[in-house]
């Protein structure tokens, strides 16, 4: 059990700097002064990082609200790597139209940006620039590097410090089109949290092949009286229409109700691993 | 009701030619030689032609046995666009190793594709290249042409489509971690399909903002003896922590098991959307 008090040093995330999970990261690490953000150039880098004990923490992206479920952070989490999450935390997505420094922005031709920022700009767009050409790239990060060198008549999509970072210039912010855009990000580490007394917990499960065993399980939830703040089914990568099952409830695992509820079940189970229990962040 | 003998001319896919998608395509097509395959840039292009009667169906990736659901077709069937499934087909995914005619593989040093078919990869790359690098790109036919465009020492990975399609030469076929591999596509039309007798059904609700509110939903299909083959949740986009359910069960929904159990868990439901009935497809 970890002290929540006791911010790990070195925190890898998903870089390069001026993504969201570098926003999460620096979030997380609140005023603790000896933290160390270390990029990688993938989720699962990150985690593995922790794994292999190059980093304490790892701070990825679990779920949007508009997007859903964030698949690579599920495997990993599921079949490849034995890491708990010890906290989340919540962070609005703000996405912001940028240009190089004193560029010309009379007549933009061109806006670049990963796809799914692109997408969550689409209506904006339509509206503000029905003639420009939009291009993928890798990363909104990229978008700005190639907006800054382009200068004239191109723009970026991307978060705001991904601008500070590039010394690019923010001509409109919060462009989204649906301002409820939020995504939750989760720390992983080796432990999960003590309890809190407000906790949320996380746990992966697979069912007896029996009719009518995800009813019975989610009856033992029901009859203790724990709130399922989410059921998510991701495939169990033996053939098509095999599943598993996480679920986020509310409650400690060492809270005696969900303690209790979690030992009625295993009859119905064929696979159960408390993924951790940690606090609820606050919600936009 | 669509006759199925009478497959659609124009059939809308995620180009561009070569991708599993149109694979998918043609294998709907089946012998119907006024097929017409239309290549568009997104899956939601493609499912936009048909809602706009540029095309008369299109063909969209749905789910994966490894990466679970995909993202951009849920949220269009659910929050974009009122289309049907009216037929579903499922593909194994096979990755090959491609190079230009003639290149020079004796010291293959970057490998160029898709984000997701290197992570697919993954295991035979590190074994078989070591010391290459691997390089992203935005579709697998991009990396093949990068290959056959760059020659000697370079490889792509991608389907045996693609480099039939860019006159490039397979070094290696089946290369991909885990040869479970599928996904199965859907088909959108304006209708559905008549019933077979051995039909399948997605369906869409939400649940009334009561406790056990699924649980009772889930109840209701387990008293009519409705097996469920798959259960997923996705954002609701009101705020983080709503969901909707997207439901596949075995029967058409004008059989009397499935349109009775429906009616009786109306009162559970706040919203309720029969995403389709249609014939199953075979599985690999």
């Known amino acids: 059990m970890t002290d929540a008090s006791a911010a790990p040093g070195r925190i890898a995330y998903l870089g390069p700097p001026g993504t969201f999970t570098e926003?999460?990261?620096?979030?997380?690490?609140?005023?603790?002064a000896r933290s160390e953000f270390?990029?990688?150039?993938?989720?699962?880098?990150?985690?593995?990082?922790?794994?292999?004990?190059?980093?304490?923490?790892?701070?990825?992206?679990?779920?949007?609200?508009l997007a859903g479920a964030v698949g690579?952070?599920?495997?990993?989490?599921?079949?490849?790597?034995?890491?708990?999450?010890?906290?989340?935390?919540?962070?609005?997505?703000?996405?912001?139209?940028i240009v190089a420094p004193g560029a010309d922005i009379s007549d933009i031709q061109v806006i670049y940006s990963h796809p799914q920022a692109l997408g969550q700009c689409q209506r904006y767009l339509n509206r503000r620039f029905p003639d420009a050409r939009t291009e993928a790239t890798l990363s909104t990060a990229q978008a700005v590097a190639r907006a800054v060198e382009l200068g004239d008549h191109v723009a970026a999509i991307a978060p705001r410090r991904a601008a500070q970072l590039h010394e690019a210039q923010i001509i409109e912010f919060g462009i989204e089109d649906d301002h409820r855009n939020a995504t939750r990000f989760v720390v992983l580490d080796h432990e999960d949290h003590e309890p809190t007394g407000d906790d949320r917990s996380t746990i992966l499960f697979s069912t007896a092949n029996r009719p009518g065993a995800?009813?019975?399980?989610?009856?033992?939830?029901?009859?203790?009286?724990?709130?399922?703040?989410?059921?998510?089914?991701?495939?169990?990568?033996?053939?098509?229409?095999?599943?598993?099952?996480?679920?986020?409830?509310?409650g400690h695992r060492t809270d005696p109700a969900l303690a209790n509820a979690l030992e009625h079940m295993e009859p119905d189970l064929e696979r159960l691993r408390i993924i951790g229990s940690y606090p609820k962040a606050p919600r936009p």
Not at 214 to 219: E, H, M
């Open 38 to 65: 270390v990029p990688y150039s993938s989720i699962t880098a990150s985690a593995e990082a922790v794994a292999h004990s190059e980093a304490d923490v790892a701070v990825v992206p679990f779920e949007n609200s």
């Open 214 to 250: 995800l009813l019975r399980v989610l009856q033992h939830f029901a009859d203790a009286d724990i709130n399922l703040t989410r059921i998510e089914s991701r495939p169990a990568r033996e053939r098509l229409g095999t599943y598993l099952f996480l679920i986020d409830c509310d």
């Open 72 to 97: 690579e952070t599920h495997d990993l989490i599921i079949h490849q790597l034995d890491l708990y999450i010890r906290d989340e935390l919540v962070i609005p997505i703000e996405h912001c139209l």
């Open 23 to 32: 926003q999460a990261a620096v979030l997380f690490a609140g005023d603790n």
